[in-house]
Nanobody, 116 residues
Framework: QVQLVESGGGLVQAGGSLRLSCAAS????????MGWYRQAPGKQRELVAA???????NYAGSVEGRFTMSRDNTKNTVYLQMNSLKPEDTAVYYC??????????WGQGTQVTVSS
């Protein structure tokens, strides 16, 4: 059974930091591309960052230089270090696992709220 469990969300002041974690089970983790997405109220879900099995990363322009995504293949876990947070980063953040055409799994989401 595929399971992605996010943690680390919360309330933080603008300029602060948070680290999100996503623990995966039931997937071939080292071969999966992992992503962090977010969805703000009234907006579409958008890609924030992604990391391949080999560790290559890409970021949305709005978070480039502030957010860092990493993975620990020994723990089947990915992380999103978020620094210099802005109120516009407020959203529910979702973890995604993708592999070929046979895996596209989502976590339940974790709320991040940045106060001004």
């Amino acid at each position: 059974q595929v399971q992605l469990v996010e943690s680390g969300g919360g309330l933080v002041q603008a300029g602060g930091s948070l680290r999100l974690s996503c623990a995966a089970s039931g997937i071939f983790f080292v071969a999966s591309t992992m992503g962090w997405y977010r969805q703000a109220p009234g907006k579409q879900r958008e890609l924030v960052a992604a990391i391949t099995g080999g560790g290559s990363t890409n970021y949305a322009g709005s978070v480039e230089g502030r957010f860092t995504m990493s993975r620990d293949n020994t723990k089947n876990t990915v992380y999103l270090q978020m620094n210099s947070l802005k109120p516009e980063d407020t959203a529910v953040y979702y973890c995604n696992a993708h592999q070929g055409t046979w895996l596209d799994a989502w976590g339940q989401g974790t709320q991040v709220t940045v106060s001004s």
